[in-house]
Protein backbone atom coordinates (compact mmCIF):
# COMPACT_ATOMS: atom_id res chain seq x y z
CA UNK A 1 0.00 0.00 0.00
CA UNK A 2 1.01 3.27 -1.18
CA UNK A 3 1.44 6.21 1.41
CA UNK A 4 2.66 9.92 1.05
CA UNK A 5 2.41 11.72 4.37
CA UNK A 6 2.94 15.36 4.16
CA UNK A 7 3.94 17.54 7.23
CA UNK A 8 5.73 20.98 7.63
CA UNK A 9 2.63 23.28 6.91
CA UNK A 10 1.50 26.09 9.08
CA UNK A 11 0.99 29.82 8.98
CA UNK A 12 3.57 32.13 8.44
CA UNK A 13 4.72 35.90 8.13
CA UNK A 14 5.56 36.96 4.26
CA UNK A 15 9.22 36.72 4.02
CA UNK A 16 9.82 33.67 6.19
CA UNK A 17 10.60 30.46 5.73
CA UNK A 18 8.89 27.06 5.77
CA UNK A 19 10.11 23.17 4.99
CA UNK A 20 7.54 20.63 4.32
CA UNK A 21 8.36 17.32 4.39
CA UNK A 22 6.96 14.28 2.86
CA UNK A 23 7.49 10.41 3.55
CA UNK A 24 6.98 7.73 1.30
CA UNK A 25 6.45 3.92 1.44
CA UNK A 26 4.80 1.28 -0.50
CA UNK A 27 6.71 2.37 -3.58
CA UNK A 28 10.60 2.27 -4.92
CA UNK A 29 11.63 5.39 -3.58
CA UNK A 30 15.19 5.75 -5.17
CA UNK A 31 13.99 4.98 -8.55
CA UNK A 32 10.60 7.43 -8.60
CA UNK A 33 10.76 10.95 -9.42
CA UNK A 34 8.78 12.89 -6.74
CA UNK A 35 7.18 15.81 -6.87
CA UNK A 36 5.04 18.90 -5.15
CA UNK A 37 1.83 20.39 -6.25
CA UNK A 38 -0.28 23.07 -5.01
CA UNK A 39 -3.73 24.37 -5.27
CA UNK A 40 -4.77 28.04 -3.94
CA UNK A 41 -8.10 28.85 -3.05
CA UNK A 42 -10.13 28.78 -6.50
CA UNK A 43 -7.38 27.81 -8.55
CA UNK A 44 -6.47 24.71 -10.19
CA UNK A 45 -3.97 22.41 -8.64
CA UNK A 46 -0.16 22.85 -10.42
CA UNK A 47 3.11 21.49 -10.21
CA UNK A 48 5.68 23.42 -7.91
CA UNK A 49 8.58 21.32 -8.01
CA UNK A 50 9.90 17.94 -9.13
CA UNK A 51 12.50 16.24 -8.41
CA UNK A 52 14.16 12.95 -10.83
CA UNK A 53 15.45 9.63 -9.40
CA UNK A 54 18.66 10.98 -10.41
CA UNK A 55 18.00 14.37 -8.66
CA UNK A 56 16.96 16.37 -11.90
CA UNK A 57 15.40 19.15 -10.14
CA UNK A 58 12.34 21.47 -12.06
CA UNK A 59 10.33 24.30 -10.92
CA UNK A 60 7.39 26.32 -11.63
CA UNK A 61 8.55 29.90 -12.82
CA UNK A 62 6.73 31.57 -9.86
CA UNK A 63 9.15 29.68 -7.19
CA UNK A 64 12.19 29.83 -9.16
CA UNK A 65 14.86 31.28 -6.92
CA UNK A 66 12.45 31.09 -3.44
CA UNK A 67 11.55 27.16 -3.19
CA UNK A 68 14.11 24.44 -3.17
CA UNK A 69 13.21 20.23 -3.65
CA UNK A 70 15.30 17.87 -2.42
CA UNK A 71 15.23 14.04 -1.58
CA UNK A 72 16.69 12.09 1.25
CA UNK A 73 16.67 8.34 -0.26
CA UNK A 74 17.95 6.72 2.88
CA UNK A 75 14.77 8.12 4.83
CA UNK A 76 12.37 7.39 1.78
CA UNK A 77 11.62 11.29 1.97
CA UNK A 78 11.21 14.73 -0.23
CA UNK A 79 11.30 18.35 1.19
CA UNK A 80 10.69 21.30 0.05
CA UNK A 81 12.37 24.25 1.56
CA UNK A 82 10.28 27.20 0.91
CA UNK A 83 12.03 30.85 1.18
CA UNK A 84 10.82 34.16 0.89
CA UNK A 85 6.98 33.84 1.28
CA UNK A 86 4.33 35.24 -0.32
CA UNK A 87 0.75 35.92 -0.11
CA UNK A 88 -0.02 34.35 -3.09
CA UNK A 89 2.23 31.12 -2.06
CA UNK A 90 -1.04 30.15 0.15
CA UNK A 91 -2.23 27.11 -1.21
CA UNK A 92 -2.65 23.15 0.16
CA UNK A 93 0.70 21.51 -0.56
CA UNK A 94 0.56 18.16 -2.19
CA UNK A 95 3.21 14.94 -2.73
CA UNK A 96 3.09 13.33 -5.34
CA UNK A 97 4.53 10.07 -6.84
CA UNK A 98 3.74 9.65 -10.57
CA UNK A 99 1.31 8.99 -12.33
CA UNK A 100 -1.16 8.24 -9.72
CA UNK A 101 0.02 8.31 -5.99
CA UNK A 102 -0.81 11.34 -3.72
CA UNK A 103 -0.86 12.21 -0.19
CA UNK A 104 -3.37 13.89 1.87
CA UNK A 105 -2.07 17.47 1.40
CA UNK A 106 -0.46 20.15 3.92
CA UNK A 107 -1.95 23.60 4.38
CA UNK A 108 0.64 27.00 4.08
CA UNK A 109 -1.18 30.33 4.66
CA UNK A 110 0.81 33.24 4.00
CA UNK A 111 -0.10 36.25 5.83
CA UNK A 112 0.50 38.87 8.34
Known amino acids: QVQLVESGGGLVQPGGSLRLSCAAS????????MGWYRQGPGKERELVAD???????KYADSVKGRFFISRDNAKNTVALQMNSLKPEDTAGYYC??????WGKGTLVTVSS
Open 51 to 57: ITSFGIT
Open 96 to 101: NSPPHY
Open 26 to 33: GIIFRSSS
